[in-house]
């Protein structure tokens, strides 16, 4: 018997689609307005993870055409050094978008970064204007939280423009990832549960999700008895883990192998949500850079 297998959402192939739209935009930007977008990437500390994350930011960023700035502080820098580089980066003509990599070391309070970063520059979409922005529906002037704006984008190329009506569940509720998820589907018209670590029955909540977004930060949570036959599933979970051979692999909150025979389309991990990230990043600092110019442009 062959066994139902799942579409597989190519989130590479999406994100490179929407960076050869962003790099014609960029093109457009400084031919005819003589305007190059730059991105403004600061690190503090030397964490491996975050030092990669960082330098393929830099690299996607250079890619499109637009100008990159990398600045990296020690591990001990003091909040007050911080916050003093983000208000030059705010008064900086040449940076349209600022992102201060998470997380910060323990000296350095995170709401007070994401509070001193200018609204118009905070491409993570992390400062309460943007956020509110978001929940009150004004959407189109909000900077959208990056993986939130991924997680949509790879719903609606598979299901279609038009979510209204469609039951949709988010497992997280964090600030990063699963509230803003959970917002943009509002958005769509979509009946939207979010469910979190105090949820009853969370195995029966997903079980009602034409769309499910598992953003948790737990591997293999998501079984395949947990999802409706034909269901969408975003998995936006990244868990390292060490598996039968010993060797070290990436994972999503989602058990791949029993999802993938019952859901009618699935993000792998990795090669899913993880590069749209970057794109709605590099995305987010294109649109910022049109709005501080009121530059018109095309939807990207
Ligand atoms: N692909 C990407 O680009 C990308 C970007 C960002 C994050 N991520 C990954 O996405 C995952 C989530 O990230 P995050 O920043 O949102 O994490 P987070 O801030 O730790 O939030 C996790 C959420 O999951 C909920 N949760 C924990 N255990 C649960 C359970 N057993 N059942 C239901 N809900 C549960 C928590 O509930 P409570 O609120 O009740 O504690 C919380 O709301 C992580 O693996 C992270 O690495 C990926």
């Known amino acids: 018997m062959t066994e139902p297998a799942a579409q597989i959402l190519d989130g590479k192939a999406l ?10 935009a960029v093109a ?35 890619a499109v055409g637009m100008l990159s700035f990398a600045h990296r502080l020690p591990a001990d820098t ?3 050094a911080l916050l003093k580089l983000v208000r030059e980066l705010n008064q900086d003509d040449r940076v349209h978008g600022i992102l201060v990599q998470l997380p910060l070391p323990p000296q350095i309070g995170q709401p007070a970064v994401i509070a001193a970063i200018d609204p118009a520059k905070d491409v993570d979409g992390f400062h309460e204007v943007n956020a509110g922005r978001l929940m009150t529906g004004a959407t189109v002037r909000a900077l959208v939280p990056c993986t ?30 699963g509230k803003p998820v959970a917002h943009l589907l509002l958005e769509e018209n979509c009946t939207v549960t979010v469910a979190h670590s105090r949820t009853r029955d969370v195995a029966e909540v997903c079980r009602r999700a034409d769309i499910l977004v598992a953003a948790v930060g737990r591997p293999y949570l998501v079984q395949g008895s947990w999802i409706m036959p034909g269901a969408t599933v975003i998995d ?35 090669g899913g949500v ?12 294109v649109v910022a850079a049109c709005r501080q110019r009121n530059i018109e442009m095309a939807a990207l």
């Open 28 to 62: 457009t930007l400084k031919g005819e307005y003589g305007q190059q977008p730059g991105l403004a990437v600061v690190l503090v500390g030397d964490d491996p993870a975050s030092e990669v994350y960082v330098r393929n930011k830099g690299l996607q960023t250079t």
């Open 15 to 24: 994100a490179a689609r929407l960076c050869q739209r962003l790099q014609s």
């Open 148 to 177: 939130a704006q991924g997680c949509v984008m790879l719903i609606k190329e598979h299901r279609g423009g038009n979510l209204a009506g469609l039951e949709a569940v988010v497992l997280g509720r964090s600030n990063i990832v």
């Open 236 to 270: 936006v979970g990244i868990n390292r883990v060490i598996d039968d051979a010993g060797k070290a692999r990436l994972v999503g909150d989602v058990d791949f192998a029993s999802a993938c025979r019952v859901a009618g389309a699935i993000t792998p991990v990795p």
């Open 78 to 80: 003091s909040e007050a």
């Open 274 to 285: 993880g590069p749209m990230t970057i794109a709605c990043l590099l995305r987010n600092t």
